[in-house]
């Protein structure tokens, strides 16, 4: 009965704690969904051999054609509270992208419903030659979710891990984490 009122008071106090993710992508794509631009040529795969510290990562692979232009992520949504910050981090791999592509961590606003709410996205960004070919990179950002104007009905954060600015080339993400700032 003690442990049962503990964990009460754990979640009084810690509301949101249980909307912490971690991605290892172990077996699979652990929930993640994809975007791509128009046009794009692109495979989104979960690549079970490759990873950073355990066997299993996403990956995007840029086909013949694709416009280097063109962005492509994958995309998670995230619940999360008003006045309360996040910090969100991804490592990333790169093989055979353009120098100046962009490979990027954002977020932006929606609703509980999972509807857009026009805030724009933030985020941090790396450019291809500073991966260099078999070392992991950590793309990290905290963002404090605002609670007025745009901000004003958010339930939810989407996140997107991507590229853009490359026509060629695969990269790969592995070790998410997003959690509640202390
Ligand atoms: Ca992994």
Not at 122 to 128: V, W, Y
Request: hydrophobic letters at 40%.
């Amino acid at each position: 009965m003690l442990t049962f009122f503990a964990l009460i008071l754990f979640l009084i106090l810690f509301p949101a704690f249980a909307e912490n993710v971690e991605s290892a992508f172990t077996e699979d794509f652990d929930g993640w969904g994809n975007w791509k631009s128009a046009n794009s040529v692109v495979q989104f795969v979960h690549d079970p051999d490759v990873g950073r510290t355990d066997p299993g990562s996403l990956s995007i692979i840029l086909g013949a054609g694709h416009p280097d232009e063109k962005s492509v992520c994958f995309l998670r949504r995230l619940v999360v509270e008003p006045s309360k910050t996040y910090t969100g981090l991804v490592f990333v791999k790169t093989e055979g992208v353009n120098d100046d592509a962009t490979i990027s961590l954002g977020f932006q606003g929606q609703d509980a419903k999972g509807n857009f709410l026009g805030t724009g996205v933030q985020s941090t960004r790396i450019k291809g030659r500073l991966v260099k070919s078999g070392e992991w990179k950590r793309l990290v950002y905290t963002i404090r979710v605002p609670d007025t104007g745009k901000w004003q009905n958010v339930g939810r954060l989407l996140c997107t891990v991507g590229i853009s600015h490359s026509e060629k080339g695969q990269v790969w993400f592995d070790d998410f984490q997003f959690f509640l700032n202390p």
